[in-house]
């Protein structure tokens, strides 16, 4: 009677320490009682380009030949822009010294400026050196896609790329397939390069506070790592159902050897 118990707690146990609990899985849980609603002031401050940035250039005027010469190739905006290769190479990347370079307008200093910044000081510098105002001279600068990488238990790792202004750590995510159910929602590290250095900061998805992290949306070219559960080194399944098959098998393993060594 005393064995049937043990056997029994030793069960429980096994498939309590085994499982990945429901808790685990559930994303911005309100762990703490809000009375005011969650608002992250980071999400309304403007993207300041970094290094390694792309900044994608439209310069217009009346006369389309002349516009032309200030473009990194030749042929309109939309043949342009077709694909993610196309921004890379056609798009003008921010160099370790923070600047663009843009044909015959030559080096623009853009590193810590706003898209309308940018825009504002290209305008400025056109008019200065090249057209008057009745040239009506239009510039649009954009970003060139959000690109960061995802690694570790999500569903499709790899370097992403968002064609949106803005997105959060949960829109990076889901771009990646979702975090696999091994996969610790509790521990994403994000990384991210700053001009004075590299910043580390750990995001908690199951917790609803992670809203007001200066960290919940994502910059370009940041690196969002997910860890791994215990229970995936483990290797004891992370259902009830994969942990009783686990402990099944286990049993009639040691049962065939007793009745092989007994005979």
Not at 162 to 177: P, T
Not at 254 to 263: A, E, G
Request: hydrophobic share 40%; aromatic share 8%.
């Amino acid at each position: 009677m005393k064995q049937s118990i043990f056997f029994a707690l030793y069960i429980v146990s096994f498939l309590f320490v085994s499982c990945v609990p429901q808790s685990d899985l559930t994303y911005l849980q309100q762990k703490e009682a809000e009375t005011n609603q969650i608002v992250n002031e980071v999400s309304k401050k403007p993207y300041r380009v970094q290094t390694n940035d792309v900044l994608i250039i439209t310069i217009k005027t009346l006369d389309e030949k002349l516009s032309e010469m200030f473009l990194a190739t030749s042929g309109s905006g939309n043949q342009r822009l077709q694909n993610e290769q196309s921004i890379y190479f056609d798009g003008y990347t921010v160099d370790d010294h923070g600047k663009i370079r843009i044909p015959v307008l030559g080096d623009v200093l853009v590193l810590g400026y706003t898209t309308d910044e940018v825009r504002i000081e290209i305008e400025n510098r056109l008019l200065d050196e090249y057209f008057n105002k009745e040239a009506n001279v239009f510039v649009n600068v954009k970003l060139g896609g959000l690109r960061y990488t995802i690694n570790g238990e999500v569903n499709s790792p790899g370097t992403k790329l968002l064609f949106q202004e803005k997105a959060n750590i949960m829109e990076a995510v889901a771009n990646a397939g979702d975090i696999t159910i091994v996969g610790d929602r509790k521990n994403v590290l994000l990384v991210r390069q700053m001009p004075h250095g590299t910043e580390m900061y750990k995001l908690d998805l199951t917790d609803a506070a992670v809203m007001k992290s200066p960290y919940y949306y994502i910059q370009p070219n940041d690196y969002i790592l997910v860890n791994p559960l215990k229970q995936k080194s483990w290797g004891t399944g992370t259902t009830g159902i994969q942990s009783i098959s686990t402990l099944i098998s286990i049993l009639s393993l040691v049962t065939t050897v007793i009745i092989l060594t007994s005979r």
